[in-house]
């Protein structure tokens, strides 16, 4: 009898483009603190900005076009935003960017999201589902940090990206609260109707 050889495996290798996408939308991170925060070359910091947004953008089209979703995407794709989330908003109040208060609810709801995830582990969960309505706040978010440096410009470019950049980011703001809301409902549920994991 002939070896059929090893079977295929049910998900796509971790190897592929869009999740190479996501690491590198990570990386970016630390590039992107250094440019704003040590050299000032706030035009770059921006392009870093920006090039984020997009391969956010196109690393999920990508992974669905090509059948290329894996648990490492699913994973790293939360990763990076909860980290641009975070690292941004305080590069941008170091510069005086964005006032603390604004800041603080970016970041508390990171912290108060958290929550969720020691009640969730107790059920056998890693995390919920993402809402559509989270990723349209990220959206939102993302073009409204580039658009808020771009605002600093003293050009026209600054004049007409500041008032831009506060409303995608009040309207962001919004929607990333009300996703909290709606993730906690979410948790309360799992935890009233699975039973605990031992």
Request: charged share 15%; net charge neutral.
């Amino acid at each position: 009898m002939s070896d059929p050889g090893p079977q295929a495996s049910s998900e796509p290798s971790a190897l592929n483009v869009p999740n190479a996408l996501s690491l590198l939308r990570l990386l970016g991170v630390p590039l992107f603190l250094w440019l704003l925060l040590v050299r000032e070359a706030d035009g770059w910091a921006l392009a870093v900005l920006m090039v984020s947004g997009f391969t956010d953008w196109l690393d999920g089209k990508l992974a669905r076009l090509l059948d290329q979703q894996t648990r490492l995407g699913e994973l790293l794709d939360p990763a990076a935003d909860r980290l641009y989330m975070i690292a941004v908003p305080i590069a941008f109040g170091l510069r005086e960017i964005l006032p603390w208060w604004v800041i603080g609810l970016l970041i508390g709801r990171e912290v108060i999201l958290a929550g969720t995830v020691p009640l969730l582990r107790s059920r056998g969960l890693t995390a919920l589902p993402t809402l559509y309505l989270g990723k349209a706040a990220t959206l939102a978010l993302m073009y409204a940090l580039p658009m808020l440096l771009a605002g600093t410009f003293d050009n026209t470019l600054g004049a007409v990206m500041h008032p831009l950049g506060w409303a995608f980011l009040i309207w962001g703001l919004g929607m990333y609260w009300w996703t909290l809301v709606l993730y906690w409902w979410q948790t309360v549920l799992v935890v009233r109707d699975l039973p605990r994991v031992r």
